[in-house]
């Protein structure tokens, strides 16, 4: 099994800045990519950023500018550095892990972290 452990959040003033970060353990071969979503209760949860393994990356237009996804393979980890943050942002954040290839002959699975809560107030 494979577990993600999502970490960071916390409480940041208006224009502050957070970083978050996942660590993905268990037995696993490869992860192809690796993302951050989030979720404001009463709404969809929302895809924020995404990396692959060869460091390619695509963000929501909500975050593009502000924030930053990075990546760690050797340590499997998964980063993402939150600037100029806004009350709007608060929400629970979740990493993800999709195309993660467990054992060879068998279909790359996903999964997710327990989520993180980030509060923007003043």
């Known amino acids: 099994q494979v577990q993600l452990v999502d970490s960071g959040g916390g409480l940041v003033q208006p224009g502050g800045s957070l970083r978050l970060s996942c660590a993905a353990s268990?037995?696993?071969?490869?992860?192809?990519?690796m993302g951050w979503y989030r979720h404001v209760p009463g709404k969809q949860r929302e895809l924020l950023a995404i990396?692959?393994?060869?460091?390619?990356?695509n963000y929501a237009d909500s975050v593009k500018g502000r924030f930053t996804i990075s990546r760690d393979n050797a340590k499997n980890m998964v980063y993402l550095q939150m600037e100029s943050l806004k009350p709007e942002d608060t929400a629970v954040y979740y990493c993800?892990?999709?195309?993660?290839?467990?054992?060879?002959?068998?279909?790359?699975?996903?999964?997710w972290g327990l989520g993180t809560q980030v509060t923007v107030s003043s």
């Open positions: 993800n892990a999709q195309g993660v290839v467990v054992t060879i002959g068998n279909p790359p699975s996903g999964f």
């Open positions: 268990g037995r696993f071969l490869s992860i192809a990519v």
């Open positions: 990396i692959t393994s060869g460091g390619s990356t």
